[in-house]
């Protein structure tokens, strides 16, 4: 079993690498070095292949024709949920729901709740290093119901601040709704302890992957969350698909999500049965294609074993945060203990935007901006960061070309 201290080989990551089509081209003459997989990930071949087989031999909707396609076009679908289900150790393929991504998983939660669970006074606790997709869906619910928030502060290491963690949990709190890992600090939260204090309290607890599941082995029996969001354009999957778990008593009590086809058992202007579960929340022609090729995603980093994939990973981000550190006056924001694959800093005097230009000219592709994480801007008291972010298929080289290009600003900006 290999540990997070293995070492993946050149040779190694150079195999998988070539599984990436797009990562052969340039970009203003110079090879692409893609470094913002915290955004999306790019697609291996098996991938891009499973969406256009589906499409080319199999394409028709699921759940509807009694003829050959799209009874098959139904099993690849249904076959997509149960790798999702062993992807995430999930107890049984109902408890996977399929959505666009985090953000409406995240949604669909709060709309659930906010129309079962919450009352006037109830309390969803946050924290200060969630995603905005897991902040403005629970504003609404509390806009609608008369909730209210709480916010579970950080440090300045970018690490959750548990010091008054019990002083959170009340009769009142409804839901904890918190991120895995942060997309611009890093953070590796520790979200096993969370859920077990919350369940303590009887506290459900919502959990967004987004920035976990291509870093880190899940099992949500487990970890015993009880909602786990994730999106598959972040874990080498195609865009619009992503995978909300909840555990079964949640999906049985909750009402519908949207309405339309699919999620309905009978129809009349009177009044109408709701199919089971997860057909209730999946109105609509779902994403079929999008589903096919999650599964071949999630399949591929099987494969490929996340415990490698992290040890890989591991070894860039401390080489990046290493090399980085170097610059004169460079300032890594996000300095937890425990960090995945991302690395965000500011540098004195320069405007991350300009970075991430000069970065862009060299072929580097890094984001520059809030991250959708405006609290914790605030918090650090900077505008935006310059985020670099790693993936299985990144190389040492690449950090050395970011850092020869923030060295190059630098030598720009000071002169
Ligand atoms: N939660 C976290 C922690 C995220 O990082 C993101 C996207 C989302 C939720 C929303 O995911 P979506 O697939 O529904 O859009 N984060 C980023 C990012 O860091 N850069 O671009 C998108």
Redesign the pocket.
């Known amino acids: 079993m290999p540990s997070a201290s293995e070492v993946i080989s050149v040779e190694t990551v150079a195999q998988w690498r070539a599984d990436f089509p797009i990562l052969q081209r340039t970009v203003y003459d110079k090879p692409l070095a893609y470094l913002d997989n915290?955004?999306?990930t790019q697609k291996p071949q098996v991938v891009l292949e499973a969406e256009e087989r589906f499409y080319r031999e199999f394409n028709s909707n699921v759940h509807r024709g009694v003829y050959y396609l799209s009874e098959r076009a139904t099993e690849l679908y249904e076959a997509a949920r149960r790798t999702a289900q062993r992807f995430l150790n999930a107890a049984s393929p109902e408890e996977i729901v399929f959505v666009r991504?985090?953000?409406?998983a995240i949604n669909l939660v709060a709309h659930c709740m906010a129309r079962s669970r919450l009352r006037p006074n109830a309390e969803i606790v946050l924290t200060h290093m969630e995603?905005h997709?897991?902040i403005v869906p629970w504003q609404l619910a509390a806009e609608q119901t008369g909730a209210r928030l709480r916010v579970i502060p950080i440090t300045e290491q970018g690490e959750l601040d548990l010091s008054h963690l019990e002083e959170f949990f009340t009769e009142r709190t409804a839901l904890l709704a918190v991120?895995h890992?942060?997309?611009?600090l890093g953070t590796i939260n520790p979200i096993e302890e969370l859920i077990r204090k919350a369940h303590a309290y009887d506290i459900p607890v919502l959990v967004?992957g987004?920035?976990a599941v291509a870093h880190l082995p899940i099992d949500v029996q487990e970890l015993g969350c009880d909602f786990y969001a994730f999106?598959g354009?972040?874990v080498y999957g195609p865009t619009g698909i992503?995978v909300l778990y909840g555990r079964r008593r949640w999906l049985e009590e909750f009402p519908p999500y949207q309405g339309g086809g699919d999620m309905i058992r009978q129809v009349t202007f009177e009044r109408t049965l709701y199919n089971e579960v997860p057909y209730k929340f999946e109105a609509g022609t779902p994403n079929i294609a999008g589903a096919i090729g999650l599964k071949a995603a999630l399949e591929y980093i099987q494969q490929l074993g996340l415990e490698r994939i992290a040890a890989h990973e591991h070894f860039l981000l401390t080489y990046a945060t290493e090399q980085l550190q170097r610059i004169p006056g460079l300032r890594i924001i996000g300095t937890a203990w425990r960090k995945a694959a991302i690395v965000s800093f500011v540098v004195e005097g320069i405007h991350p935007h300009d970075l991430g230009t000069i970065a862009d000219r060299e072929g580097i592709a890094i984001?520059v901006g809030h991250?959708?994480t405006q609290p914790v801007m605030d918090f650090f008291g900077v505008p935006a960061t310059a985020r670099a972010s790693f993936a299985l298929y990144n190389l040492p080289e690449e950090v050395d070309r970011l850092v020869a290009a923030v060295q190059k600003a630098v030598e720009l900006f000071r002169a």
Not at 181 to 184: D, F
């Open positions: 915290a955004a999306t991504g985090t953000t409406e995603h997709s897991n991120v890992v942060s997309n611009s967004d987004a920035q999106s354009h972040k992503g984001r991250h959708c």
